[in-house]
Nanobody
């Protein structure tokens, strides 16, 4: 069974840091396009970060570039999103997803990140 389980969301103060984890099962993240997206209340889904195929090429939304880092640990079949210098506008539910050309993205259940003082 293909599954993605996100964790690590929390309430954090502005300027703080969090690391989100996405544990995959049923496939290997090592050779897949993996992404983090987020959805804030009343807003659409925003693509935050991508790691491409079997390499280390990454892409980021302008809003998070320089603050967020996506990476994967193939040994534990997990994708991470390291977030720093968090802002209130980063508040959202964060989802991990596998992007396969020609198919709808497969997404986990999400984890809540709230940035507030």
């Amino acid at each position: 069974e293909v599954k993605l389980v996100e964790s690590g969301g929390d309430l954090v103060q502005p300027g703080g840091s969090l690391r989100l984890s996405c544990a995959a099962s049923g496939f290997r993240v090592s050779n897949q396009n993996m992404e983090w997206v987020r959805q804030a209340p009343g807003k659409g889904v925003e693509l935050v970060a991508s790691i491409i195929g079997g390499g280390s090429l990454t892409q980021y939304a302008t809003s998070v570039k320089g603050r967020f880092t996506i990476f994967r640990d193939n040994a534990v079949n997990t994708v991470y999103l390291q977030m720093s210098s968090l802002k209130p506008e980063d508040t959202a539910v964060y989802y991990c997803q596998r992007d396969q050309p020609g198919l709808a993205p497969f997404r986990g259940q999400g984890t809540q990140v709230t940035v507030s003082s």
